[in-house]
């Protein structure tokens, strides 16, 4: 009966333990997604186009595209909400 009772609260402390995890990770990434939508925000300008031909300079690329130009901003805002995340937590 002991045993049985062992194993049940091992059961029940992993069980927690993982919820625990996963509220914890939920709160980070929904952190990251709130801060890295902020600063895409900063981007909503008609000033991108200097950006975009920088980029098109630096990457020695004529290909450069609306779409990759947001995705490449949209991959900086989230390195940057992460980094944020983890130097704030």
Same mark, same amino acid.
């Given at each position: 009966?002991?045993?049985?009772?062992?194993?049940?609260?091992? #059961?029940?402390?992993?069980?927690?333990?993982?919820?625990?995890?996963?509220?914890?990770?939920?709160?980070?990434?929904?952190?990251?997604?709130?801060?890295?939508?902020?600063?895409?925000?900063?981007? +909503?300008? +008609?000033?991108?186009?200097?950006?975009?031909?920088?980029?098109?300079?630096?990457?020695?690329?004529?290909?450069?595209?609306? +779409?990759? #130009?947001?995705?490449?901003?949209? +991959?900086?805002?989230?390195?940057?909400?992460?980094?944020? #995340?983890?130097?704030?937590?």
């Amino acid at each position: 009966m002991q045993l049985h009772r062992s194993v049940e609260n091992a #059961y029940e402390n992993a069980y927690c333990k993982m919820m625990n995890n996963t509220e914890m990770q939920d709160a980070k990434d929904e952190w990251i997604e709130t801060r890295a939508e902020e600063l895409i925000k900063n981007f +909503d300008n +008609d000033n991108d186009w200097q950006i975009i031909e920088l980029l098109k300079i630096k990457l020695e690329s004529k290909s450069i595209d609306a +779409d990759l #130009y947001n995705q490449f901003i949209t +991959d900086i805002c989230y390195s940057q909400a992460t980094l944020e #995340y983890n130097q704030t937590f």
